[in-house]
């Protein structure tokens, strides 16, 4: 695995940081590797969160309208998915066309 050699820009900073990953309890290494990662998947998890925010808001409206349609894994939801599906299996399997 590659590794890097880390220059910090004054002493005061790597104790900072030294002191920082002994108080989580880490090594150097793995409290700054941790760090590194978070920052570079930051964007990716404000997308993650914003997106199950909305979902549960959509379920929320959907409750209040109906409270079957609130839990898409409801017992409701899934069959009627089963039975759409169904539909475009049987419209798919009939003849086209009119043969005379």
């Given amino acids: 695995m590659k ?3 880390l220059r910090f820009r004054d ?6 940081i030294k002191a920082a990953a002994a108080r989580a309890g880490v090594s150097l290494q793995e409290y700054i590797e941790t760090a590194a990662v978070d920052r570079a998947l ?6 993650v969160d914003a997106a ?12 209040e309208v109906d409270p ?5 894994k409801s017992t409701r939801n899934l069959l009627g998915q089963a039975q759409a599906a169904m539909m475009d299996v049987e419209n798919d399997s009939e ?4 043969a005379a």
């Fill in 68 to 72: 079957a349609d609130g839990d898409p």
């Fill in 95 to 98: 003849p086209h066309g009119n």
């Fill in 42 to 47: 930051a964007r990716q998890k404000q997308f």
């Fill in 11 to 16: 002493d005061a900073t790597y104790e900072a």
């Fill in 3 to 5: 590794s890097l050699n």
């Fill in 52 to 63: 199950l925010q909305h979902r549960d808001a959509i379920a929320e409206a959907f409750a």
